[in-house]
T-cell receptor, first 109, second 114 residues
Framework: GQNIDQPTEMTATEGAIVQINCTYQ??????LFWYQQHAGEAPTFLSYNVLDGLEEKGRFSSFLSRSKGYSYLLLKELQMKDSASYLC??????????WGAGTKLIIKP | ETGVTQTPRHLVMGMTNKKSLKCEQH?????MYWYKQSAKKPLELMFVYNFKEQTENNSVPSRFSPECPNSSHLFLHLHTLQPEDSALYLC?????????????FGPGTRLTVL
């Protein structure tokens, strides 16, 4: 079966760095998305990785290792507004989008 | 202007009621989606429309009936729902409907079935 694993919940401190992991077992791979969803709001696109390596966008970076079936989202200089759920989703070999259950990130002052 | 809008934002209905959810996208996209989001579960894709044609129906019960009159509007008609249908219903759009497209989501309708 197809599976995406993310931690259910994480807590971090304002100003710190946090890494949210996503591991996947899917039938093939054609890309991985990260979305951010604040409580009661729409998910919004953060990143899309299809090649191995680290992609940086301001305070957020996303890393992919296809051989390990692994990605992480790195958030630096955490702000209170970063409190949200972070959704990982993988495009499989049939070009189906498989979603993880999301990681709820709580930022404390 | 907000890219994808959904109405109503909240809906409470009895099991014998009939109601409809509405979604509108202002992004000029050709594909629209309905998802169900339940607490601590992955997003469940329900329906996909591409150029107004339904291209995916993921074994959704017939008590959910989608309608896509044009590329900008999407409806989800609800009837004889069950309490387990209570969830957040998200609408999304994308340029072409491809799985590698970025999807743009609306804020969702929080549905409670009594």
């Amino acid at each position: 079966g197809q599976n995406i694993d993310q931690p259910t919940e994480m807590t971090a401190t304002e100003g710190a760095i946090v890494q949210i992991n996503c591991t996947y077992q899917t039938s093939g791979f054609n890309g991985l998305f990260w979305y951010q969803q604040h409580a009661g709001e729409a998910p919004t696109f953060l990143s899309y990785n299809v090649l191995d390596g680290l992609e940086e966008k301001g305070r957020f970076s996303s890393f992919l290792s296809r051989s390990k079936g692994y990605s992480y989202l790195l958030l630096k200089e955490l702000q209170m507004k970063d409190s949200a759920s972070y959704l990982c989703a993988v495009v499989d070999s049939n070009y189906q989008l498989i979603w993880g259950a999301g990681t709820k990130l709580i930022i404390k002052p | 202007e907000t890219g994808v809008t959904q109405t109503p934002r909240h809906l409470v209905m009895g099991m014998t009621n009939k109601k409809s959810l509405k979604c509108e996208q202002h992004l000029g996209h050709n594909a629209m989606y309905w998802y169900k989001q339940s607490a601590k579960k992955p997003l469940e894709l329900m329906f996909v429309y591409n150029f107004k044609e339904q291209t995916e129906n993921n074994s959704v019960p017939s008590r959910f009936s989608p309608e896509c009159p044009n590329s900008s509007h999407l409806f989800l008609h609800l009837h004889t729902l069950q309490p387990e249908d209570s969830a957040l219903y998200l609408c999304a759009s994308s340029e072409t409907g491809g799985a590698t497209d970025t999807q743009y989501f609306g804020p969702g309708t929080r549905l409670t079935v009594l």
